[in-house]
C-alpha cells in the first residue's frame, strides 16, 4: 500500500495537478495550514484526508502528515510537483520489488515557463519514495529532509517541478524563504553584515551562472541565477536585521 502525503498552503494554482497525478496511490493524505483561496475544497475532490491545521515549520508539519499515514510505503509530494506516467510505472515496480528502504528522484524543475538543465538544478535528486517503518522527516522549519534507516537507490524518470510560474512568484518565494534561512541561520548562532550579505548574493550569481553554467538555459538561466543571488543577498541582510534587534535588547 501506498500512502502519499502533502502539505499545502494557498496552492490553488497548483495542487489539482499535484493530486492528480497521483490519484493511483492507496491513500491521499493532505494538511493544510490555513489556505485562504480554494486549496481545501480543491484536495477534498481527490481525497477525504484533508487536515486543517497550524503551522510548526516544513519539517514538523511534513512529520505530522507522515504520522497520519498507513501505507507500506509513502511518497511525499509538494503541491507545485507532478508525478508523470513513466515514473508512476517506475515507483510502483520499485514497491513491488521491495529491494531497498528509500529511494532518490530526479527532480526537472521549470522556471517561469522553462525547465532548467544547468544552474545547480538537474539532476536535482531528492529522496521522497520510502519505507514508512524506515524513514521520518528532520525537525528543521526549513530545508527539511528525509531521514531513511536501510538502503537507498535512485530511480530514472523525473519529478516534475513546477518551482516558479512568473515573476510575482519569484519575489514571494524570495522573500518567503529567506525568512526562514535568516531565522534558522540566527537560531544556529550565525552572524552577518552588509558586506557578508553582498558577498554571499555575488557568489551565488557566479556560482549559479558560470560555474553550474546556468548562462546555458538562456534567459530564465539569468533570471534563476539573478534570483538565487537575490535570496542569498536578502537572507544574509535579514540575518544581520536579527542580529542587530537582538543587540538592542
Same mark, same amino acid.
Request: proline share 3%.
Given at each position: 500500500?501506498?500512502?502519499? $502525503? ?10 489539482? %495537478?499535484?493530486? #492528480? ?10 494538511? *493544510?495550514?490555513?489556505?485562504? *483561496? ?31 499515514? @498507513?501505507?507500506? /510505503? ?16 517506475? $515507483? ?12 532518490? $528522484? ?15 538544478? /538537474?539532476? *536535482? ?10 524513514? +521520518? ?30 515573476? #510575482?512568484?519569484?519575489? +514571494?518565494?524570495?522573500?518567503?524563504? @529567506? ?7 540566527? #537560531? ?14 555575488? /557568489?551565488?550569481?557566479? %556560482? ?31 540575518? +544581520? ?9
Amino acid at each position: 500500500m501506498l500512502s502519499v $502525503i502533502v502539505i499545502t498552503k494557498n496552492e490553488a494554482q497548483h495542487i489539482g %495537478r499535484c493530486l #492528480a497525478s497521483v490519484a493511483w496511490a492507496d491513500e491521499i493524505i493532505v494538511l *493544510d495550514s490555513g489556505s485562504s *483561496d480554494e486549496t481545501v475544497a480543491i484536495c477534498r475532490q481527490f481525497t477525504d484526508k484533508v487536515f486543517i491545521t497550524d503551522w510548526p515549520g516544513f519539517g514538523p508539519q511534513k512529520q505530522r502528515a507522515l504520522d497520519k499515514a @498507513s501505507g507500506d /510505503w509513502v511518497l511525499s509530494i509538494d503541491a507545485d510537483e507532478e508525478i508523470g506516467p513513466a515514473l508512476k510505472d517506475e $515507483i510502483q515496480h520499485a514497491i513491488q520489488k521491495n529491494e531497498a528502504h528509500g529511494f532518490e $528522484i530526479p527532480r526537472l524543475s521549470s522556471y517561469c515557463g522553462k525547465q532548467i538543465k544547468h544552474g545547480g538544478w /538537474w539532476p *536535482d535528486y531528492v529522496l521522497r519514495l520510502f519505507r514508512r517503518d524506515a524513514g +521520518r522527516f528532520s525537525n528543521e522549519v526549513v530545508h527539511e529532509r528525509i531521514e531513511v534507516k536501510g538502503t537507498i537507490r535512485q530511480l530514472n524518470n523525473p519529478l516534475l517541478h513546477e518551482a516558479f510560474v512568473d515573476p #510575482a512568484e519569484v519575489l +514571494r518565494k524570495i522573500n518567503a524563504y @529567506s525568512s526562514l534561512g535568516a531565522e534558522k541561520l540566527f #537560531a544556529n548562532g550565525k552572524r552577518a553584515s552588509l558586506g557578508k550579505a553582498i558577498g554571499k548574493g555575488l /557568489w551565488t550569481f557566479i %556560482r549559479t551562472y558560470f560555474v553550474q553554467a546556468a548562462i546555458l538555459d538562456g534567459a530564465e538561466g539569468l533570471m534563476l541565477a539573478i534570483s538565487n543571488a537575490e535570496g542569498s543577498y536578502y537572507k544574509y541582510l535579514k540575518l +544581520r536585521e536579527l542580529c542587530r534587534k537582538a543587540a538592542s535588547k
